[in-house]
């Protein structure tokens, strides 16, 4: 077995195939900058899921005097909803599901409101009363929301309860739709990419049948003339997910870090060490995903 | 050393035969020369003892293997001890002479040492050494062919097929051809040419196969072209 030839004749074969070569670079690196891109999405969604979901809490709004008169018939909820809320939540029956809860009364809420709308006019218009005084309850678990729900839902005095993470989740089905469009295409592509890697190492063979002939005749053996066209394919694969690893680099570290880490600062984003840590996973995909297609192109192509 | 029994060769969709019923022994260092119409059968029959292909029916065994149950893989190496040429040389056009024949010594994964000291010798034994650094369009059709025999023979095989060797060569360059050949056979190589050239056949005065539609019509040794054609 001597490398050098087999590479010397992979240069060869690539040299004489060049167009096809670069096209099959630039499908593999469109195709994985997709797949790199889901890839990170679905962290990205991981992430924030752990870290928002932790802090979401379930909250008890009460009623104030300007809540719709269906639900809130007697008006501003009085001192006793504010009791019977606490007995309920200390309850043997709820006490085990909740982790802690507080409350939050008119002048509270009043001042959380202007400190987190402090740039909108809706500030300015908004008095105490028309805030609900409101139960902020943390969940052991947060997937347990329903059992606070129901216990409070329809209590006399009670305007809304209502799970932060119904908020939550449309902003993650958001992202997962985006995920999974990143995926479809990156799956559409790859697919061409599979064709275009097949017809390209069919083509080299042609290219190359002279030679092919004579080498089986002088008792090559299979893997010899094959060999320098699966790493005609490989090569490209490989130099393809490269760049793809390359462009997820480039996104990280100017879009998210650059960009939309320094828009959102209480938002942890995924970072650099997250792409490094998927571009060998890129690398596999491009090369294994050309090897096997290469593979079975050539193996099409020449019987013994 | 090629021993063919009761071999027939029908292609899909062909009207008759390509093959039917060919027996024959041929043994070390013996020459032969396959004679017959186009269509006969003679490039099938090469074919088959190159194993290009497989008959239908009936056996070959060629050094000892048996060609009809030989795996796939093994077939690369058993083409090894055969060296082969063409009517037309099957150069690659864009390597020289050397290059060429170094090229069927690369490929089996011979050493570049190897190459290095076989490659010159066998360019002297068909005396083209001053011409090792040529591509083969700058070679006479005589020249292509000796480099062509080079490379069948660079790596010593028990036997070399030649299917019409001297087809497009005129008769002075032919007999040129033929006695290289005969240096070959001499030293050892079972020689097999398939040829229509009725002179090279009338002089050689060897063992003559003579196939028509797919079977042997006449075996004979120290034997002339014959009456068909």
């Known amino acids: 077995m001597r490398f050098s030839f087999v590479f010397s004749e992979m240069g060869i074969a690539i040299k004489r195939n060049l167009s096809m070569v670069i096209s099959v670079i630039l499908v593999t690196f469109i195709s994985l900058t997709f797949v790199g891109t889901a890839g990170l999405l679905q962290q990205q969604i991981g992430s924030m899921k752990t870290y928002w979901y932790d802090k979401a809490q379930v909250a008890i709004y009460l009623c104030t005097k300007t809540s719709p008169a269906e639900i809130c018939p007697q008006g501003e ?71 606070i729900i129901e216990s409070f839902n329809g209590l006399s005095g009670v305007e809304e309860v209502k799970d932060q993470r119904t908020y939550l989740d449309q902003i993650f089905s958001i992202l997962n739709i985006a995920s999974l469009a990143a995926l479809s295409i990156a799956a559409l592509m790859l697919f061409s990419a599979v064709l275009l890697i097949s017809t390209t190492i069919r083509l080299s063979a042609v290219m190359r049948r002279r030679e092919i002939g004579i080498m089986r005749l002088v008792g090559a053996s299979n893997f010899y003339i094959q060999l320098p066209f699966i790493l005609e394919g490989v090569v490209a694969g490989v130099i393809g997910s490269l760049l793809a690893g390359g462009a ?57 | 050393m090629i021993s063919i029994s009761q071999v027939s060769k029908q292609y899909k969709g062909a009207p008759r035969a390509a093959l039917e019923g060919i027996s024959l022994e041929i043994d070390k260092g013996e020459f032969v020369f396959l004679v017959g119409a186009s269509g006969s059968g003679k490039s099938s029959l090469m ?36 060296g082969v040429v063409f009517q037309d040389f099957r150069l690659l056009p864009n390597k020289t002479a050397a290059q060429n024949v170094a090229f069927s010594l690369e490929v089996i994964g011979k050493s570049k040492g190897f190459i290095a000291e076989a490659v010159p010798d ?15 369009s700058e070679l006479s059709g005589g020249e292509q062919q000796r480099i062509a025999l080079a490379r069948a023979i660079v790596n010593k095989p028990a036997i070399l ?21 005969d240096r070959i056979n001499l030293s050892g190589t079972t020689i097999v040419m398939a040829t229509h050239d009725r ?27 014959g009456e068909s054609e």
Do not use: C
């Open chain 1, 77 to 147: 909820a009085s001192k006793d909803v504010q009791v019977t809320v606490t007995e309920r939540l200390k309850s043997t029956t709820l006490a085990p599901y909740i982790d802690k809860y507080y409350f939050e009364n008119h002048a509270q809420a009043y001042k959380t409101f202007q400190k987190e709308f402090k740039d909108n006019s809706v500030a300015k218009y908004v008095t105490p009363e028309q805030l609900n005084e409101t139960f902020w309850v943390n969940l052991k678990d947060p997937n347990q929301a329903p059992i």
């Open chain 1, 248 to 304: 997820i680099l480039g996104i990280v570290q100017v879009f998210v870090q650059g960009f939309l880490a320094k828009q959102l600062p209480f938002t942890s984003f995924v970072g650099i060490p997250d792409a490094l840590a998927l571009l060998p996973l890129l690398v596999l995909a491009g090369g294994g995903l050309a090897a096997i297609a290469a593979a079975a192109a050539i193996r099409r192509y020449l019987r013994v």
């Open chain 2, 47 to 82: 074919r088959m003892i190159l194993r290009e292909d497989i008959p239908s029916s009936g056996s070959i065994h060629v050094l000892g293997e048996n060609l009809i149950g030989i795996p796939n893989r093994r077939v690369p190496h058993f083409r090894r001890k055969l």
């Open chain 2, 122 to 136: 066998v360019l002297r034994l068909v005396g083209l050494e001053d011409k090792a650094n040529s591509l083969p």
């Open chain 2, 161 to 181: 097929l030649a299917d019409e060797p001297t087809g497009n060569l005129d008769p002075a360059t032919s007999m040129d051809i033929m006695a290289l050949l």
């Open chain 2, 199 to 225: 002179g090279i056949v009338d002089r050689g005065q060897k063992r003559v196969i003579e196939l028509s539609q797919g079977k042997i019509i006449r075996d004979a040794r120290g034997a002339s072209y």
